[in-house]
């Protein structure tokens, strides 16, 4: 049985359309390998864009694992957020992740190149 929260992440997937909260990535749920034949890229690549459950308030601070405190995250957005200390609040975080895709930053060449994010992404 699928617990709560692989249901809300699998919901917050859904409704933003497989892309990642934060830097607007395409994502994958479940399977990499379709994504990884869309793209052309090696699983090690793909991994980085598997979808995580994110939670908007983290459960330290008091969050909980209901559907209106996760969101789907890319693998790498939602690492590098907690890495921060103290991790920056989401809307502010989305801002810094969009403004490095639109120049180009925040994830490989490769990962433009390939069509995954797009430069100039925005809100």
């Known amino acids: ?19 990642c909260i ?15 034949a869309r793209y052309s890229l ?4 793909a991994k980085r864009f598997q ?9 330290c ?6 559907r209106s405190n996760i969101a789907a995250a890319c693998l790498t957005c939602n690492q ?11 809307e502010l975080y989305k801002q810094m992740a969009r403004a490095a895709v639109a120049r180009g930053q925040w ?4 990962a433009f190149k390939a069509g995954i994010l797009n430069a100039g992404a925005s809100g």
């Open 1 to 19: 049985m699928r617990s709560h929260l692989q249901k809300h992440r699998s919901h917050a997937y859904r409704s933003q359309n497989a892309r």
């Open 22 to 36: 934060y830097c607007a990535a395409a994502t994958w749920d479940k399977d990499p390998a379709e994504f990884m």
């Open 42 to 45: 090696t699983l090690k690549q």
């Open 51 to 59: 979808c995580t459950a994110e939670h908007l308030r983290a459960k």
């Open 61 to 66: 601070d008091g969050g909980d694992n209901g």
């Open 80 to 90: 590098r957020r907690h890495l921060l200390k103290p991790a920056p609040a989401p």
């Open 107 to 110: 994830h490989r060449r490769w």
